[in-house]
């Protein structure tokens, strides 16, 4: 005969992997905030970086070709 009060329970256990990458992922638009709010507190410049001078030597023939270049090709010539 069989026991009425016997009984099977199965249980699944699944684990998922993944959260490193969302932690990378954080981690790095931390920094990116970080590195911004640095530079808007800073008055939207690096310490120490007040003015700056760049100067161009010998590229004044290039210049003054690629200016006549450009307006005879808007003037359609």
């Known amino acids: 005969m069989a026991d009425p009060d016997r009984s099977e329970r199965v249980?699944?256990?699944t684990t998922t992997s993944g959260s490193t990458g969302i932690g990378i992922i954080l981690?790095?638009?931390?920094?990116?905030?970080?590195?911004l709010?640095?530079?808007m507190f800073a008055n939207g410049s690096a310490p120490g970086s007040d003015s700056?001078?760049?100067k161009i030597e010998?590229?004044?023939d290039a210049i003054e070709g690629a200016a006549e270049?450009?307006?005879?090709?808007a003037e359609g010539n």
Request: a negative charge; glycine letters at 20%.
């Open 37 to 39: 709010a640095y530079f």
């Open 52 to 54: 700056v001078n760049i």
């Open 69 to 73: 270049a450009v307006e005879g090709t």
């Open 58 to 60: 010998g590229a004044g």
């Open 27 to 35: 981690g790095g638009l931390v920094v990116a905030v970080a590195v």
């Open 11 to 13: 249980t699944t256990t």
